[in-house]
């Protein structure tokens, strides 16, 4: 056993040690579904975070393998916690009280595989509609119809929870500050939020059972969908999987491609969120700012990759089109030309009294609940913690490249804006760098055609522009992967939101909707 | 007082609702080229030059639409809420005079039925947000009455220190003493007191909590739609207008000023002030409803109170 492990999760319990075999999780070992609270409860006084709660079905076993996917925001160091669950009767004891965020994981783990966390807080289904029989993730699903359509998830009026005091509102699934179909049962008194309740599934398509159907090469676009934001972080997510469970190279010249273009897409997704958070606060004027800086660089990726928003441009073991000089010097024109914009992005802005007002000291996170929640990206960092994959696990040619992590001070809404400017001038750096030192050569390694990628386990992440975004697969030698499981972000951040949103006035409820940078077609998968 | 005169009033209310409407369509069209102009892009380009026409066209279509109210709306009231918001506007606008001869009607307490009119707005937005039973709706609603009582009390005060100045509550003798230095010089504190009122008594943005589109879809007038709808817009332009010739008599000199003639200088101060407010409204985000209470009672009402008693205490020495 590693001896690593026994520090994080404790001594004297049951272990069996797993082995690692370096697709991105440092730690792992197997214990009985009665030893797992012990283990998560030290886990959690050590300060470890959770990234995600998910399972995998070994039909031929008879067995429901259940992951505890553990990060740690000041090492870099991912810890497996695997447990054999019984296939006919799946009952683990619930964490939700040790990790309140995990109640969200363990719901979507629940409903898709039907394993029963006992004593959970909250044991509805998240994603999927009431009426849906059998658990879709599990191998032997057979759907037997599809529910109709139109009343898949039929409405319901809510009742406010204590007559006395107060009325329910229910924001969404059509409203403006939810940016997308997210709905939240606010409990309300007067203008005050006494309870939020989010509701998502509207826009669930089921892509990790999509995955599971296609060849790794079939599944590539569909990647761009789940976050139509950073569509290129998720073609490297899934490329990176890949690539590091088949062993495929990269060259270089395709890293630096790589960086150059997923580093505008962040800035892209950042631009168009500093226009819709101050939507949220009722400022319209820099939202068309945000947009006109962005249209550059949905020009320039549409040069290299032939598409706006859905981007399907990375290929295993490399890049899709080399990119040409024009498309280099246009890149560093844009550079200049926003790094000259965004002083008055700030002139407009973060100088404004009314936006100070509004956004400091409002939904402020800490460390220790950001860690029970799993929050990363901004929102984490907007709380003085500099955790950022390309820094903690550096993947492509991060490493090689000189750029800080900027984080906030407070955790408030300003703090999370901030690191966001910040971040866009970081990424600036960072496509100078990259654009000055890129080599010539190839741009794809030979692979083969038909991808079939060794049995094993990879778990992933890239830096998205909403935080951690971890692919782990599951192969077993096939064609097709045998589970992907896509850890994203806003998934995770939206799980506070139900705890900051209490006794708040409901303009300060959207305000920290908004500072989330949520894309709901993500979390809903 | 002199008589009244039925055709006289007819003839003006005529004037009025024609001043109106042209106004209504000036000013949007003004709003969104400003608004344009800042972010980028051009605005309305399409229908007459430079889409001047724009919001007639945008009228004409709201009249064609049908008028629904929700099934369990109060319609009696949802239908009432736009007229009362907007009808008072026509009567308001009687005793602004645009020079020292053209006014509709003169009255000796201009200012106050001006003022009282413009009360009428609020519980036009009441009843939309109460009568539609939607509960955005009447969030915003009791946004709205929450707000009139915090700055109108500061928005008196103002006023009563312009009327112990100039002795008088019409507001042709108001603008008349001003023929040499305007208020807005002697009095610079009441001067921006009262411009954030008119913010505030306008709804518009970082004041537009009543309607609040990111938090309350679009607040009292949620479920509005058509004419009713566009007559709530109707309403807010011309309230605007009313608010900014007010301040116009009270502290830019009325009609004063050289070389140009006096209607034309009127209307340039009261459009000045109007633009001053579409700049407002595309610069700043919204405050929050807490917040604008909070400075209303305790920053305006202290701020004007003193400046009331300064002035009073100054004209009595």
């Keep these: 056993m590693s001896s690593g492990f026994k520090q994080i999760v404790g001594d004297g319990l049951r272990f069996k040690p797993l082995p690692v075999d370096k697709h991105g999780i440092h730690l792992a070992a197997r214990t009985c579904a009665s030893d797992a609270r012990d283990a998560l409860r030290k886990a959690r006084s050590e300060g470890l975070f959770m990234e995600t709660v998910t399972a995998v079905d070994h039909l031929e076993d008879g067995k429901l393998e259940l992951f505890y996917l553990l990060g740690n925001y000041e090492r870099p160091e991912r810890t497996l916690l695997s447990i054999l669950l019984d296939r006919s009767n799946p009952k683990i004891p619930s964490i939700s009280d040790i990790f309140p965020g995990v109640t969200w994981h363990e719901r979507e783990t629940g409903e898709f595989f039907g394993i029963d966390f006992e004593n959970s807080l909250d044991s509805r289904r998240l994603l999927l509609p009431d009426d849906l029989e059998g658990y879709p993730l599990r191998k032997d699903f057979k759907p037997r119809k599809l529910p109709p359509v139109g009343r898949s998830k039929p409405f319901k009026y809510e009742q406010a929870s204590d007559e006395k005091s107060g009325f329910v509102l229910n924001l969404g699934p059509q409203h403006p500050a939810t940016h997308g179909v997210l709905r939240v049962i606010l409990h309300m008194d007067g203008e005050y939020v006494l309870e939020a309740d989010p509701i998502l599934g509207y826009g669930h398509r089921m892509q990790e059972k999509i995955a599971e159907n296609m060849t790794y090469t079939q599944m590539l676009p569909y990647t761009a969908r789940m976050d139509y934001l950073s569509a290129l972080h998720y073609n490297h997510a899934w490329v990176m999987a890949v690539e590091r469970l088949c062993g495929f190279e990269v060259p270089e010249r395709a890293e630096y491609i790589r960086v150059i273009t997923s580093e505008l897409n962040r800035i892209s997704s950042h631009l168009l969120w500093y226009g819709a958070f101050l939507l949220d606060l009722g400022g319209f004027t820099p939202f068309l700012h945000g947009f006109a800086d962005r249209e550059r660089i949905l020009d320039l990726l549409e040069m290299v990759t032939g598409s706006r928003l859905t981007y399907c441009y990375y290929r295993f073991g490399g890049v899709a089109n080399d990119v040409d000089d024009e498309f280099l010097k246009k890149t560093l024109e844009f550079v200049a030309h926003l790094r000259s914009r965004l002083p008055s992005y700030h002139d407009l802005v973060t100088g404004n009294v009314i936006f100070e007002k509004r956004t400091q000291g409002v939904g402020v996170i800490d460390r220790d609940t950001a860690a029970c929640y799993g929050i990363t990206g901004p929102c984490l960092r907007g709380s003085g913690v500099g955790f950022d994959i390309r820094k903690a696990f550096p993947y492509s040619i991060y490493a090689d490249l000189d750029f800080d992590i900027p984080v906030g001070e407070n955790g408030d809404c300003y703090s999370r804006y901030l690191v966001r400017m910040q971040e866009i001038e970081e990424s600036l750096k960072i496509i100078e760098q990259a654009i000055e030192n890129i080599p010539e050569g190839k741009i794809r390694s030979k692979v083969p055609k038909t991808i079939k990628a060794p049995e094993g386990i990879a778990a992933v992440s890239v830096e998205s522009s909403r935080g951690n975004l971890c692919v782990i697969l599951v192969s077993k030698g096939d064609k097709k992967p045998y589970r992907a499981k896509f850890r994203v972000p806003s998934f995770s951040n939206l799980s506070i939101f139900p705890k900051l949103a209490r006794k708040e006035l409901i303009a300060d409820t959207l305000a920290i909707l908004g500072s989330f940078d949520l894309v709901i077609p993500e979390i809903d998968r | ?317």
Aim: net charge neutral; hydrophobic share 60%.
């Design chain 2, 1 to 317: 007082m002199k008589d009244i005169n039925l055709l006289h009033i007819v003839i003006s209310l005529l004037g009025i609702m024609g001043m109106v409407s042209l106004n209504a369509v000036l000013v949007v069209w003004l709003e969104r080229k400003t608004a344009g102009r800042m972010q980028f892009r051009h605005g309305p380009m399409e229908v007459g030059f430079h889409g001047i026409l724009q919001t007639l066209a945008d009228g004409i279509k709201l009249v064609s639409k049908q008028l629904v109210a929700p099934s369990h709306a109060d319609t009696a009231l949802f239908i009432m809420a736009p007229v009362v918001s907007l009808v008072p506007i026509f009567v308001a606008m009687m005793p602004i005079p645009f020079s020292a001869t053209i006014l509709a009607h003169e009255t000796d307490t201009g200012l106050l039925l001006v003022i009282a009119l413009g009360l009428l707005n609020t519980l036009g937005i009441l009843l939309a947000g109460w009568g539609s039973d939607n509960k955005y709706g009447l969030l915003g609603g009791t946004r709205a009455v929450g707000q009139i009582l915090a700055y109108k009390i500061p928005l008196l005060l103002t006023v009563l220190t312009i009327v112990i100045l100039a002795g008088s509550f019409s507001l042709r003798e108001i603008a008349m003493s001003q023929n040499g230095l305007w208020n807005a010089f002697m009095q610079p504190v009441a001067f921006l007191i009262y411009i954030v009122c008119i913010v505030l008594e306008t709804n518009r943005s970082p004041f537009d909590m009543a309607e609040a589109e990111s938090e309350l879809v679009a607040g009292f007038h949620t479920e509005y739609s058509g004419m009713a709808f566009s007559m709530f817009f109707l309403a807010e332009y011309s309230y605007m207008f009313v608010a900014a010739a007010l301040a116009t008599v009270m502290f830019l000199g009325g009609w004063h000023g050289p070389i140009l003639p006096a209607p034309i200088w009127f209307i340039l101060k009261v459009y000045f002030l109007l633009f001053l407010m579409i700049w407002f409204r595309w610069t700043f985000p919204r405050v929050r409803i807490d917040q604008m209470l909070m400075m209303g009672w305790k920053v305006l009402l202290p701020i004007s109170l003193i400046n009331f008693l300064i002035t009073a205490v100054v004209l009595a020495l």
